[in-house]
C-alpha cells in the first residue's frame, strides 16, 4: 500500500491491532523561512472576553515571528482606534465574534482582513469574500497566512512620501564607530536591527519597550536613537515626548530619535515629526536606509569612509539615473535650491541636526564650529541665509546684526537675511526681534523649519 506495510495482530475475544508504516518524502515549502519577513505589518486580532479562542495565541505566535507588531482588541471603536493612533494595517476576527451590522463595517475598511470560518460555515465563505477580506477556515496554519499576507501587501497604504534619500557628499560613510539605542518589542526584529547595525559597526544597546528607552537614556549617552513606534508599556512617540521633556528639563544636547514604523499612513511624516522625532524609516527594515540615516545623523561617527573612486561611482550612478529617469526628477532637481546658508547654534549637535535637515532642501549649508568661526565666515563670506542662536554664551545679537551689516556693505553682492532662533522660554525685547528678518522657536518642527527659509530666500 502506497510502498508501505500493513501488518494486522489479532487475539479471539478481545480484538484487533493494525500496524502500518508509511514513507514521505519531506515538504520543500517547509524549507522557506519567514522568520521577520512580514515586519511592515502591524496586526489587530479581535479577542472577545467572554469566548477567547485558542487561535488568538497562534496568530499572536505567527506574526510575532514574521517580525510584525500584533495587538488584540475587543471591539469596533477599539479597533477604529488601533488602526488610527498604532497604524494597525491588518485585522483578524473570528465570523463568531462578529455581528451582522459589524461585518458590514468591516467591508468599508481598506485593508487586509482575514475572517476564520468554522468548516461547517461553508455558506459564509462567498459573502464574506472581498477584494480585502479573506475569510479562511480552520484550522488556522502558517501557510495560509504567508499567503494571505503576501497577497495584502498590495493594500498596505502607500507611503506619502519617500523616507530619507541619499546624499550625495564627498564622505559617504558606510562604518561608524557610534552608540546607538534601538527601542523595539519584538524579539525578531531586535535581532534583524542589531545584526544590521553591528555589521555597520555600531554598538547596539536594545530596550524592550518606550519605558526602558527612556530609563536607559536618562542612565546613558547615545549618538543616535531608532524607536519602533507600537510598543507595549509605552509606545514610541510617548517615549520620545518624555525623552525630550527629560532633555530640556536637564538642559543636555539632544539625541536624534529616528521612528521605526510599520507604514507610513497619509500625514503620518507631519505627526511624527511635530511628536518630536526627527526622521523616520519603514518596516522591512533596509540597510540602504539606515545608511542613509547614518549619513544624516552621525556624520562625525564616519569610522570608515566610502573611497573616492567609490564616491566618483555614486555620483556617476546617480546622474546617470537622474538623466535617463523622467520629468518626475528633472523637478527634484529643480526643487534643490543652490543657497548659501550658514548655521550657528548652541550646540554642536543642533548645528548639525538643523544643518542636515536644511542641507536636505537647499545646497551649499555652512556650519560655523564657534563665535570666532562664526564671525570669520560672516565677514569672508556672502551668506544669503544666516541661522543662529539667541542663547548661545558670549554672543551678542545686536553685535551679530551689525556685523552682518557691515560686512555687507564691504562685500556688495546683497543683504544676507537672519532668523534668530530662541527657546520658548527666552524673552527678547520686540526692538531686538525687528533686527532679524524672522525670529523663530527652537521647538520648530520640520515643515515649519522649511517654510520659514523658504519665506527668507
Ligand atoms: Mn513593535
Redesign the pocket.
Given at each position: 500500500m502506497m510502498g508501505g506495510n500493513l501488518a494486522l495482530e489479532s487475539e479471539p475475544g478481545k480484538g484487533s491491532k493494525f500496524f502500518f508504516t508509511l514513507e514521505f518524502d519531506e515538504s520543500s515549502s517547509s524549507s522557506e523561512d519567514y522568520m521577520g519577513s512580514f515586519s511592515e505589518y502591524?496586526c489587530a486580532v479581535l479577542s472577545s472576553a467572554d469566548t477567547p479562542k485558542p487561535h488568538s495565541q497562534f496568530i499572536y505566535n505567527y506574526f510575532h515571528y514574521f517580525g510584525a507588531?500584533v495587538k488584540f482588541y475587543s471591539d469596533f471603536n477599539s479597533l477604529k482606534n488601533l488602526i488610527y493612533r498604532s497604524g494597525c494595517n491588518i485585522i483578524v476576527a473570528d465570523y463568531e465574534d462578529l455581528s451582522k451590522d459589524e461585518i458590514d463595517e468591516y467591508a468599508k475598511i481598506k485593508l487586509p482582513i482575514i475572517i476564520i470560518l468554522k468548516a461547517t460555515q461553508q455558506s459564509k465563505f462567498d459573502l464574506l469574500k472581498t477584494k480585502y477580506i479573506t475569510p479562511i477556515y480552520e484550522p488556522i496554519n502558517m501557510s495560509k497566512i504567508i499567503r494571505i499576507l503576501k497577497a495584502g501587501r498590495q493594500f498596505l497604504p502607500t507611503k506619502e512620501a519617500p523616507e530619507v534619500k541619499p546624499r550625495i557628499t564627498s564622505s559617504y560613510g558606510k562604518k561608524f564607530n557610534a552608540d546607538v539605542l534601538v527601542a523595539?518589542?519584538?524579539e525578531i526584529?531586535q535581532k534583524l536591527i542589531t545584526r544590521t547595525l553591528q555589521d555597520l559597526g555600531l554598538n547596539v544597546t536594545i530596550a524592550v519597550d518606550g519605558l526602558e528607552a527612556l530609563e536607559k537614556r536618562k542612565q546613558n549617552n547615545y549618538d543616535l536613537i531608532f524607536m519602533?513606534?507600537?510598543?507595549?508599556v509605552m509606545d514610541?512617540v510617548i517615549s520620545t515626548q518624555e525623552i525630550l521633556k527629560y532633555e530640556s528639563e536637564m538642559s543636555i544636547p539632544h539625541i536624534p530619535i529616528i521612528a521605526?514604523t510599520?507604514n507610513a499612513l497619509k500625514g503620518d511624516r507631519e505627526r511624527f515629526m511635530k511628536e518630536g522625532l526627527d526622521e523616520y524609516i519603514t518596516k522591512p527594515i533596509k540597510k540602504d536606509s539606515i545608511l542613509n540615516v547614518l549619513n544624516i545623523f552621525i556624520q562625525d561617527k564616519i569610522d570608515q569612509p566610502q573611497d573616492e573612486s567609490d564616491d566618483i561611482q555614486i555620483i556617476h550612478n546617480k546622474e546617470k539615473q537622474e538623466i535617463a529617469n523622467d520629468d518626475k526628477s528633472k523637478k527634484t532637481i529643480a526643487n534643490t535650491l543652490k543657497n548659501n546658508i550658514l548655521v550657528f547654534k548652541k550646540s554642536p549637535i543642533e548645528t548639525k541636526i538643523f544643518s542636515s535637515i536644511i542641507s536636505k532642501m537647499y545646497k551649499d549649508v555652512d556650519t560655523a564650529k564657534n563665535i570666532d568661526d562664526f564671525k570669520e565666515k560672516i565677514l569672508n563670506d556672502f551668506y544669503r541665509l544666516i541661522i543662529f542662536d539667541e542663547e548661545i554664551n558670549d554672543l551678542k545679537t545686536s553685535e551679530i546684526s551689525k556685523l552682518i551689516k557691515d560686512a555687507n556693505l564691504k562685500q556688495q553682492v546683497g543683504f544676507s537675511k537672519t532668523i534668530l532662533f530662541m527657546d520658548s522660554t527666552t524673552h527678547i525685547p520686540e526692538e531686538e526681534k525687528l533686527l532679524f528678518d524672522a525670529v523663530a522657536s527652537n521647538s520648530i518642527n520640520k515643515n515649519e523649519l522649511d517654510r520659514i527659509i523658504k519665506d527668507n530666500i
Open positions: 502591524n507588531d523595539e518589542d519584538n526584529n519602533d513606534i507600537a510598543m507595549p514610541g521605526i510599520a
